[in-house]
């Protein structure tokens, strides 16, 4: 089993930056994946940024293109999200994910953290 927490959440201007991060811990060799994924308030949990254990492929929502950068640290695993040029928008709760060897989807979730961010 793993383990996640979210962590940089915040409030912030239109137009600033954010960095949230998590640490994954338990049966961390098991993970093959790992993404951000944000809810809205009255909308559906949606795929924000994905990336592999190997950190070669980076896939992004269209509305964060450009905009929103995923990397992993599989030294201390975590996997960060940093985000500039925030909207309003991008406002939600940011959940951070992993997909687990023998899983097609990810499996494992993390507790949410807030991003506000103000017009």
């Known amino acids: 089993q793993v383990q996640l927490v979210e962590s940089g959440g915040g409030l912030v201007q239109a137009g600033g930056s954010l960095r949230l991060s998590c640490a994954a811990s338990?049966?961390?060799?098991?993970?093959?994946?790992m993404a951000w994924f944000r809810q809205a308030p009255g909308n559906e949990r949606d795929s924000v940024a994905a990336i592999t254990r190997s950190g070669s492929n980076g896939n992004y929502a269209d509305s964060v293109k450009g905009r929103f950068t995923i990397s992993i640290d599989n030294a201390k695993n975590t996997v960060s999200l940093q985000m500039n040029n925030l909207k309003s928008e991008d406002t939600g709760v940011y959940y951070c994910?992993?997909?687990?060897?023998?899983?097609?989807?990810?499996?494992?979730w993390g507790q949410g953290t807030q991003v506000t961010i103000s017009s």
């Open positions: 994910a992993a997909a687990e060897i023998g899983s097609s989807t990810y499996n494992s």
């Open positions: 338990g049966r961390t060799a098991n993970i093959y994946a």
